[in-house]
């Protein structure tokens, strides 16, 4: 469904993306592991074209995004969640959720306030609905980022380490929900730098480095037999700690 | 012990009558049936029914609240803009212009009403009200620039991308999300364009035209032929509004944070 052909991006001069290719199918759960500073980051946000690739093409079924004139209409069917949450701060968790939606003409403002209803229910949020963000803990706010993300009924769901600013004993209700968005077949990309999570939730792990896809393959492919050499200098480092 | 705090309040006291007692001298008068502001002889509203009838004075106080305000509106427009745009996007010379935006703030009024007056002299431009409006408006916007700077920080920029991956439009985001993130500072820019506008001598002293006046250079070419105690009277008048501004202002801003308090 979702379709990155030869995908570079440079800062400057420095070569961040040296063309990376992917393909992801319709229920994928795709984890992206790499080195600090290799680019993972950057190859999510490019994903939904914020961050405008230098060169390449992201084709989300069927459309390219890269100057596309309908650019923002597409990016509805695509949900980012952001290691800080990035919640309106100035607006209580129930507008949060309905703003997208009322503004951009998707539902009427009752049945929007349904749906966040509903969808604050499945993340156990519902008795939060009037507060504001900075009443809320970590993990709550990032379950209110995923509430928000999921009023736009996504068709795939990006996470750039969505548990890395939680304290521990919140990253469990994050990943428990992100793992009952992936029985309801949700398409998931995720950077995290919680292995063992991507080891074990992930159908396809992929290895960035250097600006390219070094080795993808199934999590047992990736973790149990790695062929790359950077690869298994990345786990061995790992397993060190 | 005793004898600190005896001198911590001594000298708050001191420093209250410091700040309080002209403003409170001036009310006084303005209520005073003598013509003089030296001794309080009866109480009057006389000079509150004078000032009615001054029609220079209230022409000048008219044209003041008007500058003030288009110019505030202005200002705060353009400001507001700018400083958005200088935080978002990097270009040549961005850096410089940064730098650039303090000069009006750091050089003498004298000066910079000197500069204007030559621009508009050079412009064949005819002084006047306009003059006055178009200066306030420059020298505001760097105050507004520098306020509203203050509340963008690198967290704004990523809220706003939360907004895009949405799929809100540049300017829907704008306007619905990053303005009221910024709000604080546009409102404190606006209140100090305002402000600044109102009491404004020296800039509106070289840029006005003949015939054309403002509250601030009507009561100081007064000087040299005497204050009348109307000015005291319309100055309380200016003063109770200032008060009562600054009043509901604080009650909204109170129970805005209690509602926030009320939803813990
Ligand atoms: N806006 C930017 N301007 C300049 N350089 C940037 C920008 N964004 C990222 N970079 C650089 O690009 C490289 C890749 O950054 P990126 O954030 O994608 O890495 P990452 O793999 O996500 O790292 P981490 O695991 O630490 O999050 C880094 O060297 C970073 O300094
Ligand atoms: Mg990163």
């Known amino acids: ?241 | 012990m005793n004898k600190n705090k005896l001198f911590r309040n001594l000298f708050i006291i001191l420093v209250y009558i410091f700040l309080f007692l002209p403003i409170i001298i001036l009310i006084l008068y303005s209520f005073n049936d003598s013509k003089m502001n030296i001794i309080f002889t009866h109480f009057t509203l006389r000079w509150y029914q004078e000032l009615i009838h001054n029609q220079e004075l209230l022409n000048a106080f008219s044209n003041t609240l008007i500058i003030a305000i288009t110019s505030t509106a202005i200002s705060t427009v353009i400001g507001t803009i700018s400083a958005v745009g200088l935080f978002k996007y990097k270009f040549p010379g961005k850096n410089l212009i940064n730098g650039l935006i303090y000069i009006p703030i750091v050089i003498p009024e004298i000066v910079l009403g000197i500069s204007l007056l030559s621009v508009y002299t050079l412009s064949k431009l005819e002084l006047g009200i306009g003059t006055i409006l178009l200066s306030h408006i420059a020298f505001s916007i760097p105050y507004v620039i520098t306020s509203v700077r203050s509340t963008l920080n690198p967290m704004t920029s990523q809220i706003e991308e939360a907004a895009y991956d949405l799929g809100a439009s540049k300017l829907k985001t704008f306007w619905y999300v990053t303005l009221p993130m910024i709000f604080p500072g546009v409102v404190s820019g606006a209140a100090l364009a305002f402000t600044l506008s109102l009491d404004d001598v020296v800039i509106s002293y070289f840029t006005a035209g003949p015939g054309s006046n403002t509250l601030p250079l009507k009561i100081y070419s007064m000087i040299k032929t005497g204050i009348t105690p109307d000015v005291n009277a319309l100055s309380s008048i200016i003063l109770l509004i200032t008060i009562v501004v600054l009043t509901v202002a604080t009650i909204y801003q109170t129970k805005t944070i209690q509602k926030r308090e009320m939803a813990k």
Request: charged share 30%; glycine share 8%.
């Open chain 1, 1 to 241: 469904m979702l379709e990155v052909k030869n995908l570079k991006k440079s800062f400057g001069d420095k070569k961040v993306l040296k063309g990376i290719d992917l393909t992801i199918n319709r229920g994928d759960i795709i984890g992206i592991i790499g080195p600090s500073g290799c680019g993972k980051s950057t190859f999510l946000r490019c994903l939904n074209l914020l961050e405008k690739p230098d060169s390449g093409e992201v084709i989300l079924e069927g459309d390219n995004l890269v100057d596309n004139k309908d650019l923002e209409r597409i990016r509805r069917k695509i949900g980012m969640v952001f290691q800080q949450f990035n919640l309106f701060e100035n607006m209580t968790v129930l507008d949060n959720i309905t703003l997208a939606p009322t503004l951009l003409k998707v539902m009427k403002k009752g049945k929007a306030e349904k749906e966040a209803d509903k969808l604050l229910d499945k993340v156990d949020l519902k008795d939060k609905k009037n507060n504001y963000p900075e009443e809320l803990s970590g993990g709550q706010k990032q379950r209110v980022a995923i509430a928000r993300s999921l009023m736009m009924k996504p068709e795939i769901m990006l996470f750039d380490e969505p548990t890395s600013a939680l304290d521990p004993e919140m990253i469990g209700e994050v990943t428990n929900l992100m793992r009952q968005l992936a029985k309801e077949g949700m398409t998931m990309v995720i950077v995290s730098h919680e292995i063992n999570f991507i080891k074990n939730f992930c159908t396809r792990v992929v290895f960035m480095s250097d600006g390219v896809i070094q080795e993808e393959g199934t999590s047992e492919d990736i973790f149990m037999n790695p062929k790359n050499s950077k690869l298994k200098n990345f786990l061995s480092k790992i397993n060190n700690i």
